[in-house]
């Protein structure tokens, strides 16, 4: 049972490239998110899905894409990556009040 | 949308003290409550949570107390131990609704 498994783990850009992050669940979770941490900042949304074909954009989605492909994947797009997105991403999923997983993170830098 | 606040940013404590960190919200239909621990390179997971029909609960040395006519909640670590240390974050919902909206987080440091 591994949770919530997010890949790549590290992965350095240069502006203007693009990369897909992947998450994916094995809990069998309606709900996903995507997370960014920047320091001092907290967990900021960007996008998330409440049930398996739909999106909807969260606090900061700009610069992102996202597909929720079926119930266990949900992924992360940077078509034309910036030093802006440089931060730690997490993809969770789970709902109130059952609480929620996150996976370990990729840790993006772009230079 | 709810907005979650926490305060301090830091705390600094010493083994064997309490720690107590604050969060209120905006939203008076969010109705769960819980709080992560962030250990410096690694995932946010849960310690305790509470739903609004409970006032307190107690996991050992951790407790989170609710006040929903005030719209805070609390984050009570008695003892503290060099491996308290740690990012912490709130975070407040409403049950059913998919979007938990975290505050920014106490960095708590727990000196030897």
């Known amino acids: 049972n591994a949770g919530v498994t997010q890949t790549p783990k590290f992965q350095v850009l240069k502006t203007g490239q693009s990369m897909t992050l992947q998450c994916a669940q094995d809990?069998?979770?309606?709900?996903m998110y995507w997370y960014r941490q920047d320091p001092g900042m907290g967990l900021r949304l960007i996008y998330y899905s409440a049930s398996e074909g739909t999106t909807d954009k969260g606090e900061v989605p700009n610069g992102y894409n996202v597909s929720r492909l079926n119930k266990r994947e949900f992924s992360l797009r940077l078509e034309s990556a910036a030093p802006s997105q440089t931060s730690v991403y997490f993809c969770a999923s789970g709902t109130a009040p059952y609480g929620y997983t996150f996976g370990s993170g990729t840790r993006l830098t772009v230079v | 949308g709810e907005n979650v606040e926490q305060h301090p940013s830091t705390l600094s404590v010493q083994e064997g003290d309490s720690a107590v960190i604050k969060c209120t919200y905006s939203?008076?239909?969010?109705?769960?409550f819980p709080w992560y621990k962030q250990e410096l390179g690694k995932r946010p997971q849960l310690i305790i949570d509470i739903r609004s029909n409970v006032g307190e609960k107690k996991d050992q040395r951790i407790a989170v107390t609710l006040n929903k006519t005030a719209k805070h909640f609390s984050l009570h670590i008695t003892e503290t131990q060099p491996e308290d240390s740690a990012v912490y974050f709130c975070?407040?919902?409403?049950?059913?609704?998919?979007?938990?909206?975290f505050g920014r987080g106490t960095s708590l440091i727990v000196h030897p």
């Open positions: 975070a407040a919902s409403i049950g059913g609704s998919y979007i938990p909206t």
């Open positions: 939203d008076s239909a969010s109705n769960y």
């Open positions: 809990m069998n979770h309606n709900s």
